[in-house]
């Protein structure tokens, strides 16, 4: 299973970005999937997450700015982002819950990053 990664950029404050992941490969139906984050010198940090029925839930520093979503048909999964801030500079990444079969286990993918930088 791959997952690509796309939508990030420079931005100015106040700005915009749509981010992307698409996943690919031996997949028979993607499950709850993520976005996390990397900022310079820190950990990663969960961002939003979003269940295989559509229930989401947003770290409190991004609620009312940042919006996840899916489109299970494309096994993709979005996350629009809007009154970035600079410290929302950071390398973003997807991961994905999935099934390779009807009665197989779920695994795990992270994409390979996609980098969004906020700065005046």
């Known amino acids: 299973v791959q997952l690509q990664a796309s939508g990030g950029g420079s931005v100015q404050p106040g700005g915009s970005l749509r981010l992307s992941c698409a996943a690919s490969?031996?997949?028979?139906?993607?499950?709850?999937t993520g976005w996390y984050r990397q900022a310079p010198g820190k950990q990663r940090e969960m961002v939003a997450s979003i269940t295989l029925s559509g229930t989401t839930y947003y770290e409190d520093f991004v609620e009312g700015r940042f919006t996840i979503s899916r489109d299970n048909a494309k096994n993709t999964v979005y996350l629009q982002m809007n009154s970035l801030k600079p410290e929302d500079t950071a390398v973003y990444y997807c991961?994905?819950?999935?099934?390779?079969?009807?009665?197989?286990?779920?695994?795990?993918?992270w994409g390979q990053g996609t980098l969004v930088t906020v700065s005046s």
């Open positions: 991961n994905v819950g999935y099934y390779t079969g009807l009665f197989s286990g779920v695994s795990d993918a």
């Open positions: 490969g031996s997949i028979f139906r993607i499950d709850a």
